[in-house]
């Protein structure tokens, strides 16, 4: 049995500890170490989660030689930075997304990433679930026919007061985008990873509903609700909280879809419907065990994510059997098994085909959102580069 791969993992907040749950299933990979930007906190998280080693800046953790993989948590506005001096660094990168905040930025990681021949990868994790796999199969094996149709949306409602407030809504953390790069990205990166094709051409329309809300003293976590307080200091926002883009794909079938961060009751609702010329499916993440198949010419079927039931190349997927509720930490656990899977065995991008997300992945994700927003504001279709 060789050695354990050692990871440090960059960032704190809500995705940092649900990195190292999902690597810790692994079982062939150890968290050795944790950083933030304040050496206190870090302590104390690494403390928290029995992490040896705390690092009060990433720079530190980079000239640790045991660690070969970093994963980048962090706020937006710094993914470039930290990817960059991982991949310079020599370590293989886990990257959450957006991968960068332009795809001049985005492009150049995967420059850079290919030059110095790490392994790079970005936590695209809806398309970690078995369902998913099984649809991608189905796919490929021709189950649907032709692919006439996508559209779906990705809802979410922790953004629905004024009084709601996160970093992700300034465009100097978060980037230019918000609701579009924080989760239309991934709705995008979950159809075109499913069908096999890519978006080409967009247009959009998009709408900030709250360009003013209210900001209690300090900072609150992804999905924390702020405290009721007496006094908010009053903060613009441009950042889109609603946007509804029509899609065109490569081979010129036809989509569209709608991502919200205001929907009451809509928790974190990624659907997505697909009609082909033999059926239709539907598919909801939470509900991710079970599939809608649609017949015109008999009675539609549901069905539900079993190892006995599935196609061969879903079936790794599956860590529990059928009936066993699987959902969102299986997804990260996935994607974490393959990344690491694809390093413990020595591959290379440059010649074998990897099952997770790269940079190329994250890179065009950033041309896609970049073209959307060009697409509202010159009101045409845009052409994706
Ligand atoms: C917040 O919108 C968020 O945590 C996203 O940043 C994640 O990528 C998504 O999986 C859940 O919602």
Known sequence: MGNKIKAGIVGTGFIGPAHIEAIRRLGFVEVIALADSDMENARKKADELHIPLAYGNYQDMLNNDDIQVIHNCTPNHLHFEINKAAIVAGKHILSE????????????????AKQHQVVHGVNFNYRQYPMMKQLNQMIKEDELGDLYLVHGSYLQDWMLYDTDFNWRLLGNLGGQSRALADIGSHWCDTVQYVTGKKIAKVFADLWTVHPVRKRVKGSSLTFAKQQQAEEYDEIPVSTEDYASVLIRFEDGSRGVFTVSQVSAG????LSFEINGSKKSVYWQQENPAQMWIGYRDQPNESLIADPALFLQEARGSIHHPGGHGEGWPDAMKNGMLHFYRFIYEGKSLSLDKPEFATFEDGHRSMCVTEAILKSYQTQQWVDVN
């Open 266 to 269: 809509r928790k974190n609702a």
């Open 97 to 112: 997304k957006p991968l960068a905040v332009s795809s001049e930025e985005s492009g150049e990681l995967l420059k850079l």
